[in-house]
C-alpha cells in the first residue's frame, strides 16, 4: 500500500505507482511523460479548447447520437464485418494509446470537425465512379521504384535493361515504403481516387504483366512501375451499390477538409508552456517537422 498521504487530493503530485520498494513519483514520470509524447498530448488539449470556443460560436452541440455515429464511422473504415472491426478497432486503440479519457475526446472533436465542414462538401458524379471502380472494378498488381530525380530513374532503366530483377533494385535503391516488398504496393483500379493519376495510368497503359513503364513524375520524384497481373471485378453495377459509394465520397472529403481545419488551427498555436520538458519537447517537434517540410501531428 502507498504511505499514508501519499495521493494529493486532486491526484496531481504524490505517488503514481510502487515497484517492490521503490516509490514512482508523479513528479518523477512528468518530464518522461512530456518528453515522451507531451507535445502530441498537449496539441490534442489545444485542439479540443480552440473546437470548443468554435462550436459555441457556431452553435454546435454534437450529442451522444453524433458521438455515437463517429464510433461506426471509425469502425465502418476499419471493415464492414462488425467483429473483424471491433478486433481492428481494439488493435488501434492499444497502438495509439487510445484509453477512455482520448477515445472520449477523439470522437466529440471528429463529431464537431464534421459539423463544421460538412456544408462545404459537394459529391461529383465522376468522383462516385471513381469509388465505385476502387471497390468493385478491376485491379492491377504493381511493383514499383521510387527515386529523386530522372537521372537517377534512367539509371534504374539501364539496369533493367540489362537484365536485372526489378525486385531487387527496389529493395536496394527505392525510397517508396514498399522497397521492403521489393516494390509491391497494393492493387489499384483504373480510377482508384486513392494513387496518383499519373501512376494510375502508367499501369494502365501498360500492355502485358511484366512490362515497366517510362520513368513518371510524381511529386519531386520519379516512379518506375511494373505491371504484375491483373484481378478482376465482382461486376456489381454502379446503380446498385450507388447510395454506398456516395457515402464513401462524401465521407472521404470530410475526412480530408476537418484534417486540415484541425491543421490549420494548431498551426497558429502558441502556447506559453511554463514546464521545460514539456516546452522542450513542443520546440523538438516543431523544430522536427519544419526541417522535413511536414506540419506536426496532431
Known amino acids: 500500500m502507498p504511505p499514508a498521504g501519499a495521493k494529493s487530493a ?24 512530456a ?19 468554435r462550436a459555441r460560436e457556431r452553435g454546435i452541440a454534437p450529442d451522444e447520437a453524433a458521438i455515437a455515429r463517429e464510433e461506426e464511422t471509425l469502425r465502418g473504415y476499419l471493415d464492414q464485418d462488425p467483429a473483424r472491426a471491433d478486433r481492428l478497432l481494439s488493435e488501434v486503440r492499444a497502438r495509439q494509446g487510445l484509453g477512455p479519457t482520448r477515445w472520449r475526446a477523439l470522437l466529440r472533436r471528429n463529431a464537431i470537425l464534421r459539423a463544421m465542414v460538412t456544408a462545404d462538401v459537394t459529391v461529383q458524379e465522376e468522383q ?6 476502387a471497390a468493385h472494378g478491376p485491379r492491377r498488381r504493381a511493383r514499383v521504384i521510387a527515386v529523386p530525380d530522372l537521372r537517377a530513374a534512367q539509371a534504374v532503366a539501364d539496369r533493367l535493361a540489362k ?3 526489378f525486385e531487387d533494385i527496389a529493395a536496394a535503391l527505392s525510397t517508396d515504403p514498399s522497397a521492403a516488398r521489393g516494390g509491391l504496393v497494393n492493387a489499384m483500379s483504373r480510377l482508384d481516387p486513392g494513387v496518383p493519376a499519373s501512376v494510375r495510368e502508367a499501369l494502365w497503359a501498360l500492355a502485358a504483366p511484366g512490362t515497366v513503364s517510362p520513368p513518371v513524375l510524381v511529386g519531386t520524384g520519379y516512379l518506375l512501375v511494373r505491371f504484375e497481373g491483373e484481378d478482376p471485378g465482382d461486376g456489381v453495377a454502379l446503380e446498385a451499390v450507388r447510395a454506398e459509394a456516395e457515402r464513401a465520397v462524401r465521407l472521404a472529403q470530410e475526412r480530408a477538409r ?31 517537422a519544419t526541417r522535413s517540410g511536414q506540419r506536426p501531428p496532431g
Open 128 to 133: 462516385v465512379r471513381a469509388a465505385h471502380d
Open 258 to 288: 476537418m484534417d486540415t481545419l484541425a491543421q490549420d488551427m494548431l498551426r497558429g498555436a502558441e502556447p506559453v508552456i511554463l514546464d521545460d520538458s514539456l516546452a522542450d519537447a513542443w520546440s523538438r517537434v516543431r523544430t522536427g
Open 163 to 165: 537484365g536485372e530483377r
Open 35 to 53: 518528453e515522451l509524447a507531451g507535445s502530441q498530448a498537449l496539441e490534442e488539449v489545444l485542439l479540443d479548447a480552440m473546437l470548443e470556443d
Open 10 to 33: 486532486d491526484g496531481a503530485a504524490g505517488v503514481a505507482a510502487m515497484w517492490k520498494q521503490q516509490v514512482v513519483t508523479w513528479d518523477r514520470l512528468r518530464p518522461v511523460l
